[in-house]
């Protein structure tokens, strides 16, 4: 298991687990235990997804310590503000059943009060709730507004990445900034699977296309989150050792198309879409 040392000197995997993972013939039991055999020890949920009770009630009775685990969680956009995120707070990590959470990340930037929700973070970090705090869907002009007023700078950045977004403008200013970038979606949920150039590269190395683009975002220094709801290919998605070459890893820097999955954080969100 590889970990990157964030900017407060937390250790997280690099590699997580995407904990809406569905499927039709196993139970969201079966499908964690399945996550949990594989060897993840990082749980992604948030607010938003619906599922923090059954991932909760799964934790507690999967026979981890809990710092065997590294959990995060989001405050959804309808949670945002001091109170309100104090009160969110409460409520995750009620239904997850944890005196404290790894990373707390704001779900979205675009929802006021803004500094009101990171500022609640800031004191829950502050007071010992959450050992990392951090943004998803944080772009440049986001994260400069929000450190105009931060005391603590985000430990993470969690933004839609895989070879045909590849996020390489905004990944190099989080570098400067000392911010950890980690890709959700890292597989581009699935659609990227089928590039021509990526099966090429997979089949000379002898793995998937998604060992293949995963391996690409560690060489890159990015954490990732994949989710499956099949066992093998949850087990693969974790099973990493091996490297690109220079030429290969520019090969698929190459694949960069611009083509999001979801709209940019700024245009599509509306607060009635928490
Ligand atoms: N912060 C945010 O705003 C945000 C937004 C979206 C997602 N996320 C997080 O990111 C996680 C992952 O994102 P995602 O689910 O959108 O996309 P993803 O992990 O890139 O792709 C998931 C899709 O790829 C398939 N897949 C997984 N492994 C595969 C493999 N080895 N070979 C072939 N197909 C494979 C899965 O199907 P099977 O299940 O059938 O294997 C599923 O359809 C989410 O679970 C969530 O935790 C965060």
Same mark, same amino acid.
């Given at each position: 298991m590889e970990f990157v040392t964030l900017n407060n000197g937390v250790k997280m995997p690099m590699v997580g687990f995407g904990t809406d993972a569905a499927n039709a013939e196993l139970t969201y039991n079966e499908v964690m235990a399945a996550a949990t055999e594989a060897g993840y020890r990082m749980f992604d949920t948030a607010a938003m997804y619906g599922?923090?009770?059954?991932?909760?009630?799964?934790?507690?009775? /999967?026979?981890?310590?809990? /710092?065997?685990?590294?959990?995060? /969680? @989001?405050?959804?956009?309808?949670?945002?503000?001091?109170?309100? =995120?104090?009160?969110?707070? @409460?409520?995750? =990590?009620?239904?997850?059943? =944890?005196?404290?959470?790894?990373?707390?990340?704001?779900?979205?930037? @675009?929802?006021?009060?803004?500094?009101? =929700?990171?500022?609640?973070?800031?004191?829950?970090? @502050?007071e010992g709730y959450v050992r990392a705090i951090g943004v998803s869907n944080f772009e440049a002009h986001h994260l400069d507004r929000l450190l105009t007023q931060a005391t603590v700078v985000p430990a993470v950045d969690q933004i839609e990445t895989h070879p045909y977004f590849n996020q390489h403008v905004l990944h190099n200013y989080l570098t400067e900034l000392g911010i950890?970038?980690?890709?959700?979606?890292?597989?581009?949920?699935?659609?990227?699977?089928?590039?021509?150039?990526?099966?090429?590269?997979?089949?000379?190395?002898?793995?998937?296309?998604?060992?293949?683009?995963?391996?690409?975002?560690?060489?890159?220094?990015?954490?990732?989150?994949?989710? /499956?709801?099949?066992?093998?290919?949850?087990?693969?998605?974790?099973?990493?050792?091996?490297?690109?070459?220079?030429?290969?890893?520019?090969?698929?820097?190459?694949?960069?198309?611009?083509?999001?999955?979801?709209g940019a954080p700024d245009q599509n969100y509306t607060e009635d879409s928490w």
């Open positions: 599922n923090q009770d059954e991932l909760g009630a799964y934790l507690v009775n /999967s026979g981890l310590d809990r /710092s065997d685990y590294f959990l995060t /969680s @989001k405050v959804a956009q309808l949670e945002q503000g001091y109170e309100n =995120t104090l009160q969110a707070f @409460k409520r995750t =990590t009620a239904a997850l059943q =944890t005196d404290y959470l790894d990373l707390y990340l704001v779900h979205w930037p @675009k929802f006021e009060p803004f500094f009101e =929700t990171w500022r609640a973070l800031e004191h829950l970090y @502050k950890q970038h980690q890709a959700w979606s890292p597989l581009g949920r699935g659609a990227v699977l089928q590039d021509e150039t990526l099966q090429g590269i997979a089949t000379r190395y002898g793995v998937s296309v998604a060992q293949v683009i995963l391996r690409w975002h560690i060489q890159h220094n990015v954490a990732v989150i994949p989710k /499956s709801g099949n066992p093998a290919r949850m087990a693969q998605n974790i099973d990493l050792q091996f490297q690109l070459t220079p030429t290969d890893m520019a090969r698929i820097d190459a694949l960069q198309r611009g083509e999001r999955i979801m």
